[in-house]
């Protein structure tokens, strides 16, 4: 079974920045298209980032020009960098493949204050 671990959360300020990572013990990890998942609460968990297996990248509305979704094949690890952070962005944040193959990590925690 697939382990998807995502970690870099955290409390920051409205306008601020953080850098998740997602490691996958998973050594084909380089021929999936992923994806970084959000679910605020009392909210459906959303797609707000993705990326081929070829580096196209594509995002959400709502984090359009702020966030930043990138891979490194030869670590096995999905990175999303958020800058202009807001409160709407608050969530438990989750990473998986695209089609969501793999079973669903912990997640990482952001809290954006005001």
């Known amino acids: 079974q697939v382990q998807l671990v995502e970690s870099g959360g955290g409390l920051v300020q409205a306008g601020g920045s953080l850098r998740l990572s997602c490691t996958a013990s998973?050594?084909?990890?380089?021929?999936?298209?992923m994806g970084w998942y959000r679910q605020a609460p009392g909210k459906q968990r959303e797609l707000v980032a993705a990326?081929?297996?070829?580096?196209?990248?594509d995002y959400s509305d709502s984090v359009k020009g702020r966030f930043t979704i990138s891979r490194d094949n030869g670590k096995n690890t999905l990175y999303l960098q958020m800058n202009s952070l807001k409160p709407e962005d608050t969530a438990v944040y989750y990473c998986?493949?695209?089609?969501?193959?793999?079973?669903w990590g912990q997640g990482t925690q952001v809290t954006v204050s005001s």
């Open positions: 998986n493949t695209r089609d969501l193959s793999f079973q």
């Open positions: 998973r050594r084909d990890f380089r021929i999936y298209s």
């Open positions: 990326i081929t297996s070829g580096g196209g990248t």
